[in-house]
């Protein structure tokens, strides 16, 4: 029986892009298809030298994007247009994802999803919580934090059927692809 093969270092050269007030680094197409999956990547990634825990982004086109924080940002002097050195390295350890105050509110008020919230992987809570904030509209929004409950209650361990590989950062997306700068 054939087993998986653990997922190799990707080096590369980039740039960096402002989106609106943005900072994010796009993967070079030949890095992005050495990378495990078409969807959201946990790993460690080197900026030039820095080290920076992350979850890569699905740009929606079957690339990926890495979102460069303030820290780091600050940390690195980085400017719109930088060219940075990536060492990417997937692991399997995903961090706990921020869970947007509103969705967090809803899981505390609905104390039966405590261990049911505790018990579903990393990696699946990052999907409930794209999946939540992949809307601008508030109504939407809202509907999915209800929905979210009901169908963690239920039984549910991931939301639903939207497409993983695409872009759901409603801040740097249109119709699920990443955006190109301005």
């Given at each position: 029986?054939?087993?998986?093969?653990?997922?190799?270092?990707?080096?590369?050269?980039?740039?960096?892009?402002?989106?609106?007030?943005?900072?994010?680094?796009?993967?070079?197409?030949?890095?992005?298809?050495?990378?495990?999956?078409?969807?959201?990547?946990?790993?460690?990634?080197?900026?030039?030298?820095?080290?920076?825990?992350?979850?890569?982004?699905?740009?929606?086109?079957?690339?990926?994007?890495?979102?460069?924080?303030?820290?780091?940002?600050?940390?690195?002097?980085?400017?719109?247009g930088a060219t940075?050195?990536?060492?990417?390295?997937?692991?399997?350890?995903?961090?706990?994802?921020?869970?947007?105050?509103?969705?967090?509110?809803?899981?505390?008020?609905?104390?039966?999803?405590?261990?049911?919230?505790?018990?579903?992987?990393?990696?699946?809570?990052?999907?409930?919580?794209?999946?939540?904030?992949?809307?601008?509209?508030?109504?939407?929004?809202?509907?999915?934090?209800?929905?979210?409950?009901?169908?963690?209650?239920?039984?549910?361990?991931?939301?639903?059927?939207?497409?993983?590989?695409?872009?759901?950062?409603p801040e740097v997306?249109?119709?699920?692809?990443?955006?190109?700068?301005?």
């Open positions: 029986m054939a087993t998986k093969a653990e997922p190799t270092t990707v080096e590369c050269t980039a740039h960096t892009e402002l989106i609106a007030d943005r900072m994010i680094v796009r993967l070079p197409d030949d890095a992005s298809a050495a990378l495990p999956s078409r969807g959201q990547i946990a790993a460690t990634v080197t900026v030039d030298g820095a080290p920076y825990p992350t979850v890569i982004e699905p740009d929606g086109r079957r690339g990926h994007w890495i979102p460069i924080d303030d820290g780091l940002r600050s940390e690195l002097d980085l400017a719109g940075v050195e990536l060492e990417i390295e997937p692991t399997k350890e995903w961090p706990e994802p921020d869970v947007p105050e509103d969705f967090s509110a809803a899981l505390a008020d609905a104390s039966d999803l405590t261990e049911t919230w505790q018990d579903i992987t990393p990696m699946a809570r990052w999907e409930w919580v794209r999946w939540i904030n992949a809307t601008k509209n508030p109504v939407t929004r809202d509907r999915r934090v209800e929905v979210g409950v009901s169908k963690l209650r239920s039984g549910k361990r991931r939301p639903c059927c939207f497409d993983l590989s695409s872009c759901t950062d997306a249109k119709s699920g692809k990443l955006v190109e700068p301005e």
